[in-house]
């Protein structure tokens, strides 16, 4: 079995680094009309000049920032080559989850063709080229890191837990919604078990140490960013909220004479992104309690983080494609680990992966209605999941 594994991990290294190294476009990561851009920062983390990267912080974590510093560093002045590089650097989280998922389904006696299914939706798939395609890799980190955390909870590691959860809590903010499912999963309905106190203390620890240097180091900064973030009224078609959005026409000079007229939505009256996306973690955490406090814990704690990772993706106004990304892992993360029906394939992950696919492939001048409606048939697989026979609460202690 560790000589399966270590070929594995070769090939998913191997499978890696050609995702990386095969984009030719940056997405995001240069846009330099966008304040929330991790490039400037790592560009100065780099060149050794903090309070260049101290200017430019961008409104998230330090932790994918700086694993991909070392990266980025061997890009030298290329910058397609430090985004790749940096890329590969937050690809490789991915692939160690691939390799631990890959050893559990050898020992659930999953056949071959299940696991090579569940790594390739993982590497090739939405989970890992949507991300790398917009120039969003953290979302990667960040995915990889709340299945981690959620697999080490149930597996009742405290420590570990508690570790991971900070880390995916100082990549980006809507990793708090895994927050409760690691703490409520990983021990028994005692509020103040052990194992729940030190995984909490562990993953504050680690969360402010990821978080805090990039909000004291330019305070000012975080505030704007944040604030304009969470101000924002644009609202796509693929949101709950676009049924009840306000339209406006706007024409739009193309050049050389040419005028496009589109179609913009925005949440009506005082309604603004961080008032709904702040549903989202109001929803997470009392659904956390009240599994606690029922006293029945989560009976499927990896369902349940694809749930309120899909969950994200329908009340944000602006979503966008690669935030399903986390989701999906997680469903992938669910198949992998489920003792239910001896199926050949993993169904769910790969008919979910090509629809989201799909659903974000529509011309632009598509109706409105059909992209919703669509895009909305898609998160369904995510948003009705049941947990697969065999798993349970995670174990108590003794």
Same mark, same amino acid.
């Given at each position: 079995?560790?000589?399966?594994?270590?070929?594995?991990? /070769?090939?998913?290294?191997?499978?890696?680094?050609? #995702?990386?190294?095969?984009?030719?476009?940056?997405?995001?990561?240069?846009? !330099?009309?966008?304040?929330? *851009?991790?490039?400037? $920062?790592?560009?100065?983390?780099?060149?050794?000049?903090?309070?260049?990267? &101290?200017?430019?912080?961008?409104?998230?974590?330090?932790?994918? %920032?700086?694993?991909?510093?070392?990266?980025?560093?061997?890009?030298?002045?290329?910058?397609? +080559?430090?985004?790749? /590089?940096?890329?590969? =650097?937050?690809?490789?989280? /991915?692939?160690?989850?691939?390799?631990?998922?890959?050893?559990?389904?050898?020992?659930?006696?999953?056949?071959?063709?299940?696991?090579?299914?569940?790594?390739? #939706?993982?590497?090739?798939?939405?989970?890992?080229?949507?991300?790398?395609?917009?120039?969003?890799?953290?979302?990667?980190?960040?995915?990889?890191?709340?299945?981690?955390?959620?697999?080490?909870?149930?597996?009742?590691?405290?420590?570990?837990? =508690?570790? !991971?959860?900070?880390?995916?809590?100082?990549?980006?903010? +809507?990793?708090?919604?895994?927050?409760?499912?690691?703490?409520? &999963?990983?021990?028994?309905?005692?509020?103040?078990?052990?194992?729940?106190? %030190?995984? $909490?203390?562990?993953?504050?620890?680690?969360?402010?140490?990821?978080?805090?240097?990039?909000? !004291?180091?330019?305070?000012?900064?975080?505030?704007?960013?944040?604030?304009?973030?969470?101000?924002?009224?644009?609202?796509?078609?693929?949101?709950?909220?676009?049924?009840?959005?306000?339209?406006?026409?706007? *024409?739009?000079?193309?050049?050389?004479?040419?005028?496009?007229?589109?179609?913009?939505?925005?949440?009506?009256?005082?309604? @603004?992104?961080?008032?709904? $996306?702040?549903?989202?973690? %109001?929803? #997470?955490?009392?659904?956390?309690?009240?599994?606690?406090?029922?006293?029945?814990?989560?009976?499927?704690?990896?369902?349940?983080?694809?749930? !309120?990772?899909?969950?994200?993706?329908?009340?944000?106004?602006?979503?966008?494609?690669?935030?399903?990304?986390?989701?999906?892992? #997680?469903?992938?993360?669910?198949?992998?680990?489920?003792?239910?029906? @001896?199926?050949?394939?993993?169904?769910? $992950?790969?008919?979910?992966?090509?629809?989201? +696919?799909?659903?974000?492939?529509?011309?632009?001048?598509?109706?409105?209605?059909?992209?919703?409606?669509?895009?909305?048939?898609?998160?369904?697989?995510?948003?009705?999941?049941?947990?697969?026979?065999?798993?349970?609460?995670?174990?108590?202690?003794?």
């Amino acid at each position: 079995m560790r000589s399966r594994t270590l070929l594995i991990a /070769l090939l998913a290294l191997a499978v890696a680094f050609v #995702a990386s190294a095969w984009r030719t476009q940056l997405g995001d990561y240069v846009d !330099l009309a966008n304040d929330n *851009n991790a490039a400037p $920062t790592i560009a100065a983390l780099v060149d050794g000049d903090w309070d260049r990267a &101290a200017e430019n912080m961008p409104a998230q974590g330090m932790t994918s %920032i700086l694993l991909r510093v070392p990266f980025a560093a061997a890009g030298g002045s290329d910058k397609l +080559w430090v985004y790749r /590089l940096g890329s590969f =650097g937050c690809m490789l989280l /991915l692939v160690a989850l691939v390799v631990v998922l890959d050893r559990r389904m050898q020992e659930a006696g999953r056949p071959p063709l299940y696991r090579l299914a569940i790594g390739v #939706a993982m590497l090739l798939g939405p989970i890992g080229l949507a991300p790398l395609h917009s120039g969003h890799p953290e979302e990667i980190v960040g995915g990889v890191l709340c299945v981690a955390a959620v697999l080490a909870a149930t597996g009742g590691r405290a420590v570990w837990a =508690g570790i !991971l959860l900070g880390l995916a809590v100082g990549t980006k903010q +809507w990793a708090l919604l895994a927050v409760p499912v690691v703490l409520v &999963a990983v021990a028994g309905p005692n509020l103040f078990d052990r194992r729940r106190l %030190i995984a $909490t203390g562990v993953a504050a620890a680690v969360g402010a140490a990821t978080v805090l240097p990039g909000i !004291l180091a330019n305070p000012d900064r975080y505030e704007q960013t944040t604030g304009h973030l969470a101000s924002t009224k644009r609202t796509y078609a693929q949101s709950l909220w676009w049924p009840i959005a306000t339209k406006k026409s706007l *024409n739009l000079d193309l050049g050389g004479g040419e005028r496009r007229q589109i179609d913009v939505f925005a949440l009506p009256g005082s309604l @603004d992104r961080g008032k709904v $996306t702040g549903l989202a973690v %109001i929803a #997470a955490f009392a659904l956390g309690a009240w599994a606690l406090f029922r006293r029945g814990g989560i009976a499927d704690p990896m369902g349940l983080l694809a749930f !309120l990772m899909t969950l994200r993706c329908a009340v944000d106004p602006m979503n966008l494609d690669y935030y399903a990304a986390p989701a999906l892992m #997680a469903m992938a993360a669910w198949e992998a680990s489920s003792r239910g029906p @001896d199926r050949k394939l993993p169904v769910i $992950t790969l008919a979910t992966s090509i629809i989201i +696919w799909a659903a974000w492939r529509w011309p632009d001048d598509s109706p409105h209605a059909l992209v919703f409606a669509f895009w909305l048939l898609s998160l369904l697989p995510l948003l009705l999941l049941r947990q697969p026979a065999g798993e349970g609460p995670a174990p108590q202690p003794a």
